[in-house]
């Protein structure tokens, strides 16, 4: 069984920054592609940034410039640096991984249980 465990939202004032971690546990063999999506209270989820297990990084047009995602592979874990926050970043942020848990089984999405981060002064 894998988690992940997301931590490190809350209430930030707009222009203000801040930094989602994930971190996953459990049977583990590779991790693949993990990202950072978001919802905003009646609208889709939408993608923010998603990393390759060799790093290569793709951004939200609206998050380009201002937000940094990171993964450290030895601890099986994302980041998301967030800055210039304003508040249409308001939104609860999910972390995602694709996970394979044997050398000959399938991958699966698995999803974190969601941080608010809300951007108001």
């Known amino acids: 069984q894998v988690q992940l465990v997301e931590s490190g939202g809350g209430l930030v004032q707009p222009g203000g920054s801040l930094r989602l971690s994930c971190a996953a546990s459990?049977?583990?063999?590779?991790?693949?592609?993990m990202g950072w999506y978001r919802q905003a209270p009646g609208k889709e989820r939408e993608l923010v940034a998603d990393t390759t297990s060799t790093t290569t990084t793709i951004y939200a047009d609206s998050v380009k410039g201002r937000f940094t995602i990171s993964r450290d592979n030895a601890k099986n874990a994302v980041y998301l640096l967030m800055t210039s926050l304003n508040a249409e970043d308001t939104a609860v942020y999910y972390c995602?991984?694709?996970?394979?848990?044997?050398?000959?089984?399938?991958?699966?999405?698995?999803w974190g249980q969601g941080a608010q981060v809300t951007v108001s002064s």
């Open positions: 995602n991984a694709w996970i394979a848990d044997n050398l000959q089984g399938p991958t699966y999405s698995y």
């Open positions: 459990g049977t583990i063999f590779k991790l693949y592609n």
